[in-house]
């Protein structure tokens, strides 16, 4: 009867961490690494429909703005070495039937979400990525609970989602560069040292920060005409050693200001574009246009993103937790996801840096919330 009971008691742990998972800080599950892996076709993606998504911004919204093909939202992330935690793994492991196309929807649960964020604050903080990313969440959730009531307000750069039935925040604040951009004397000054942004984060749950497509621009896009490091004051700046020293600066607020006990970070890993098919070994040298389907391969062609080598430097010299959601990669393997011609309302101008919705950034958000439970 001993080793009987002490048999069942080792199945029902080894079910219990197949539900929930075990989490490390690493982005770990167990011995697997939830961020290497490759994309598989599924038929019953997506995990929503932008018909019941009313919110969804016009830019992300690649079906109602014509685009004709659908091949692109039947893929989800699979990991090499293991299943991301589902839901109904204990159900399907007792012997009860169950529907495989519902257990693969329960990779994200919603309502789960929800009440595990009863009465806190999820913010968003970086440039139109992140807010990519929270449209994302803001579907995914709605969709779960439907007949739930929500409000969406915007005050200054901040957009939130709310259900008031779960005292739940989802919130944008927009910041491209998370430092800060100040006026002087007529000019707009980029202050790699200056973190006032940081006022708005205090005491916020769950921050998710991303920054990076704003650093390349120039000419009329380039929204300074000075950049300030300590004292000195620069026409222009190598942009990557201009990036690398605003995430320095991100760090010092992080482990001056983050009370581990009360508010989880991530850092949004960088986004990429495609922009020049030779990125991933297509020589006709075409941009995203055209694409319906992911690269079949476990690693990108192109190599690792040189923006993301500089952010995982200096999350290195970060003292407080902050977990990586290392979509790079992943991201990079979906040269199909992007608007390119179906966003902003039709074919005007090429979009291969945002992503269309229902799209990859669900998979962040999946990876989020499976960094979270």
Aim: proline share 5%; glycine share 8%; with cysteine.
């Amino acid at each position: 009867m001993g080793l009987f009971c002490f048999v069942a008691a080792v199945f029902v742990l080894g079910l219990w961490q197949q539900v929930h998972g075990e989490i490390k800080e690493n982005h770990v599950v167990g011995k697997c690494n939830i961020y290497e892996g490759k994309w598989v076709y599924d038929t019953s993606y997506p995990l929503y429909n932008s018909s019941s998504c009313p919110f969804i911004l016009q830019e992300f919204n690649c079906q109602k703005n014509a685009r004709p093909d659908h091949l692109y939202l039947k893929y989800r992330w699979q990991p090499t070495s293991c299943h991301l935690p589902r839901l109904q793994t204990l159900v399907k492991s007792i012997g009860r039937k169950d529907n495989v196309k519902n257990e693969v929807k329960y990779l994200f649960n919603g309502k789960d979400l929800l009440i595990r964020m009863r009465g806190k604050r999820l913010m968003f903080v970086g440039d139109s990525l992140s807010a990519n990313q929270w449209q994302s969440l803001t579907c995914l959730l709605h969709s779960a609970v439907p007949r739930a009531p929500y409000t969406i307000t915007r005050i200054g750069s901040i957009s939130t989602f709310h259900f008031p039935t779960y005292g739940v925040f989802i919130m944008f604040s927009r910041n491209a560069f998370l430092v800060d951009i100040v006026i002087q004397n007529g000019a707009r000054i980029l202050k790699l040292n200056s973190i006032s942004g940081g006022l708005i984060w205090n005491g916020v749950d769950v921050l998710i920060f991303d920054t990076w497509h704003w650093w390349l621009h120039t000419g009329r896009k380039q929204p300074w005409n000075f950049v300030q490091y300590s004292s000195k004051t620069f026409k222009d700046m190598n942009r990557m050693v201009a990036y690398e020293k605003a995430l320095t600066t991100w760090a010092r607020w992080v482990n001056s200001n983050v009370n581990p006990n009360k508010t989880k970070v991530f850092f949004q890993g960088v986004s990429p574009d495609h922009m020049d098919s030779r990125e991933w070994a297509d020589p006709r040298g075409k941009t995203c246009t055209g694409e319906i389907g992911p690269l079949q391969s476990r690693s990108y062609p192109g190599g690792a993103h040189p923006a993301q080598v500089v952010l995982e430097k200096v999350l290195r010299t970060v003292k407080k937790p902050v977990h990586l959601l290392d979509i790079t990669t992943l991201s990079q393997l979906r040269k199909d996801g992007h608007p390119a011609t179906y966003g902003y309302g039709g074919r005007r101008g090429m979009d291969c840096t945002h992503w269309c919705l229902p799209g990859v950034p669900d998979i962040w958000n999946q990876l989020l919330y499976t960094s979270l439970i």
